[in-house]
């Protein structure tokens, strides 16, 4: 059965960087888009960025241009969220996803605290 | 960016109730409009693709209707486990928006 699982969060200091990890398992990683959602502590949805299946086009939310690189390594069937100069702003629960647009599949999450 | 804009952002039901959601996006976006439900403490899950196709395995109680600016999702005969929250998407362009949520409480 298709799984996707995160880790990488932890508690990270204002300014720090953390590189989150996306595991994909019993799917065609190599042929799909795959996504970044964030979710902060009791509210909803964020989508952050999405990778295509090759690797060649990603894109992000304004509020982490910049900020934020999504990559992946297809020959390790893994996703990967570098993500720098932390704030306050960006705790939650980071989930991975597959899909062009659709996102049929999602991870359990990793979260990410970020506080002095 | 396309912004999506959900109402209302809780719902109190009681079991055997029906419910609509509604879904506005600040363009046309066609049918591009996805419905994801989460439950407490997991991860979301797809319910409903381009508007109004159902999942494999999503009950029949769950039904999308909708196309350009505004869309809906009806629940009808509430069972105990879709008390939760749900979520729009629009998938007409990136930024992929999520509506902001709703919560649907039991009575």
């Known amino acids: 059965e298709a799984h996707l699982e995160e880790s990488g969060g932890g508690l990270v200091q204002p300014g720090g960087s953390l590189r989150l990890s996306c595991s994909a398992s019993?799917?065609?990683?190599?042929?799909?888009?795959m996504h970044w959602v964030r979710q902060a502590p009791g509210k909803g949805l964020v989508w952050v960025s999405h990778?295509?299946?090759?690797?060649?086009?990603?894109n992000y939310a304004d509020s982490v241009k910049g900020r934020f690189t999504i990559s992946r390594d297809n020959a390790d069937n893994t996703l990967y969220l570098q993500i720098n100069s932390l704030t306050p702003e960006d705790t939650g629960v980071y989930y991975c996803a597959r899909g062009w647009e659709v996102l049929d599949l999602w991870g359990q999450g990793t979260t990410v605290t970020v506080s002095s | 960016d396309i912004q999506m804009t959900q109402s209302p952002s809780s719902l109190s039901a009681s079991e055997g109730d029906s419910v609509t959601i509604t879904c506005r996006a600040s363009?046309?976006?066609?049918?591009?409009l996805n419905w994801y439900q989460q439950r407490p403490g997991k991860a979301p899950k797809l319910l409903i693709s381009?508007?109004?196709s159902v999942e494999s395995g999503v009950p029949s109680r769950f039904t999308g209707i909708g196309a350009g600016t505004h869309f809906t999702l009806t629940i009808t005969a509430l069972q105990p486990e879709d008390f939760a929250s749900y979520y729009c998407q629009q998938s007409f362009s990136s930024p992929f928006s999520f509506g902001g949520g709703t919560t649907l409480e039991i009575k």
């Open positions: 990778i295509k299946y090759d690797g060649t086009n990603a």
């Open positions: 363009q046309n976006i066609r049918s591009n």
């Open positions: 381009g508007a109004f």
């Open positions: 019993d799917f065609a990683f190599n042929t799909y888009w």
